[in-house]
């Protein structure tokens, strides 16, 4: 499994956090009805309130490194993951449509939004008027014949 690598410092109370959302997805994708799964969720959080005021760090550290060896033991074999999040089916799926492909749309789509396509076309042509003052010896067109 690749994981992001974080960059910069990771505070205790960000890693208590990230270990109380890791176990109750856990809990999650272990259980499919989702009364079973919000109890063990709130088991889960009595748990982490029941620590929550503990001032010694040394013994926080301990129950943390311990907190993370159990859910590591208690992990589910395929856990759930958001579709669009690292790692889920849908993850980096979406591509962006080049502009070129709004110049296929038929007229009758193009007046839904007049203001837009006006607008675009006006920008297509301060491109081409850029274009042409920034390289004055590239070709305008192509002709089949040129190689």
């Not at 990230?18 to 709130?42: C, G, I, M, P, Q």
Request: proline share 6%.
């Amino acid at each position: 499994m690749v994981t992001p690598v974080p960059t910069g410092l990771v505070t205790h109370a960000r890693r208590v956090c990230s270990l109380y959302k890791r176990a109750v997805r856990n809990y999650e994708a272990w259980n499919t009805l989702f009364v079973h799964w919000r109890y063990d969720a709130v088991v889960v959080r009595s748990r982490f309130d029941k620590n929550k005021d503990i001032k010694d760090l040394r013994l926080a550290k301990h129950l943390l490194k311990e907190g993370e060896k159990e859910l590591e033991s208690i992990l589910h074999p395929a856990p759930l993951y958001f579709a669009e999040s690292f790692e889920g089916v849908a993850f980096e799926r979406e591509e962006e449509s080049p502009d070129w492909v709004l110049d296929y749309w038929h007229p009758t789509e193009k007046d839904m939004y007049p203001k837009y396509f006006a607008l675009r076309e006006k920008r297509k042509i301060e491109y081409e008027e850029f274009y042409k003052k920034q390289y004055p010896d590239a070709p305008t067109h192509f002709s089949a014949d040129h190689h």
